[in-house]
């Protein structure tokens, strides 16, 4: 069972990897071709305009996730704006009770 489990977790972190939305894109462009050629018409075109479509989404959203913590690494104590500074955890020792 741990080898079919190994396999079922390769194929989803290859499959899914970093970000959900782009292998859902991925599925519904596969599903939109297929129903179209059924239909009979040309449907050729329909993967490589959602690859278009899906790989700048993609980079978008990791290099704006670099940005944000880059920014937040930059400013005083490491914290992004608006955050709550974190509380320093305290043993009962610590306190004296």
Known sequence: ?????????????????????????VVAALALTFGVSRAGAPAWWIVPSA???????????ATRHERHAQRADSRPGGQARGAQPAEEPTSDRLRGT
């Open 1 to 25: 069972m741990g080898k079919l489990r190994a396999f079922g977790a390769f194929w989803y972190d290859f499959v899914v990897g970093d970000d959900w939305r782009v292998a859902a894109g």
């Open 51 to 61: 690859v278009a479509v899906l790989l700048p989404y993609s980079l978008l959203r």
